[in-house]
């Protein structure tokens, strides 16, 4: 009697233990989204998203790509986010649970207004690798442009605008000016000094969003759940305005609420 009353408490106990477990989530190191520290908006949206389900979230980074990579080699790994629809990773695709806008950042001070793909008439514009791609509106443009020219990894696109060496540049507004306030702390510089000057953002292509791919079905359908009562009670948009609040000199309002 006293082996069965045992084995019944460890039994609870094991249960009480797997319902508590963190959710295992593979992420990007990504500014705007993941940090160096796993902070963000869009990991504050996934906390809000969570806590709207009872869970917990145990966050694990890697550099980009290969989260992807992680996931599919480790099945520790409850889910994985964020997840492209061309990258190819397995699993049950979530619902978007935060999205993005693209657009264009210049210089403040040159005098330019844009509204449109059409403004960008005459300019020197960088884009990232395969925008004209994802950017229908930007392709048919690129015939008008002064010039284009897609920049490979890491070169130096702050620096081209800075130096006035591109007029403008295709890209997400949050994650330009987080880099670019970053760059001037580092520096111990001042924004909108004759070193750093001030910019501006356009958002001039639709909101794309960005997914989750779950292990289990069920658990990607609770999370659909879970993200759509987020999304109406307004708890990620409180949980990720504190993420964006820093760059509204750059972004405007222009980052999606959710």
């Known amino acids: 009697m006293i082996f069965r009353s045992l084995s019944a ?34 990991a504050a949206a996934l906390e809000a998203i969570f806590d709207e389900c009872g869970e917990s979230i145990d966050l694990v980074s890697f550099r980009w790509g290969q989260h992807w990579l992680a996931y599919e080699d480790d099945s520790s790994f409850d889910a994985v986010a964020i997840v492209w629809d061309d990258a190819g990773v397995g ?18 001070d040159q005098g330019l207004t844009i509204n449109s793909t059409e403004d960008l008439k005459g300019l020197r514009l960088l884009g990232f690798g395969g925008a004209t791609n994802m950017f229908p509106s930007l392709a048919k443009a690129v015939p008008t442009l ?68 779950f292990r289990d079905k069920d658990a990607r359908d609770e999370f659909n759940a879970c993200l759509a009562r987020a999304q109406k009670s307004g708890a990620i948009m409180k949980a990720t305005k504190p993420y964006v609040d820093p760059y509204r000199e750059i972004v405007g309002d222009q980052v999606p609420a959710q």
């Open 146 to 213: 002064g010039s284009y020219w897609e920049a490979p990894p890491g070169f130096a696109t702050t620096k081209a605008l800075v130096k006035g060496d591109a007029d403008a540049f295709v890209t997400d507004g949050l994650i330009f000016a987080i880099d670019y306030m970053a760059r001037i702390k580092a520096t111990g510089g001042t924004y909108g000094d004759e070193v750093w000057p001030e910019m501006k953002f356009t958002a001039l292509f639709p909101e794309n969003g960005d997914k989750m791919h």
């Open 9 to 42: 408490i460890a039994l609870v106990a094991g249960l009480s233990l797997s319902a508590s477990a963190a959710v295992k989530i593979a992420v990007p190191t990504l500014s705007g989204h993941f940090d160096e520290n796993r902070y963000g908006r869009s």
């Open 91 to 108: 699993g049950f695709p979530s619902d978007d649970f935060i999205h993005q806008r693209n657009g264009v950042a210049y210089r403040a």
